[in-house]
């Protein structure tokens, strides 16, 4: 799950054209933290992955659809 939530986050990032810096700002975090989220190192709590979304003005109901859309994507292609 760390994998599909840093590539949910790293994809958004983008999609907003935000650098990992912008959003550590946002979330009043570090870039090094969002790198190590991005990289599947770290898992953020619920409260970070709120925050995150927040920070771009999208929904946690939206924001974990695309997480659990990885998932299923992942256990169908068989690679976890």
Do not use: W
Request: charge should be positive; glycine fraction near 4%; aromatic fraction near 4%.
């Amino acid at each position: 799950m760390n994998k599909e939530v840093g590539d949910t986050i790293r994809e958004l990032r983008k999609e907003k054209h935000l650098s990992q810096e912008k959003l550590a700002d946002a979330i009043d975090s570090h870039q090094v933290y969002i790198s190590e989220i991005e990289k599947g190192i770290k898992l953020p709590s619920l409260t970070i992955i709120n925050n995150i979304a927040k920070a771009f003005d999208v929904s946690l109901t939206h924001f974990m659809s695309r997480v659990e859309k990885k998932i299923r994507k992942e256990r169908c292609s068989g690679t976890t």
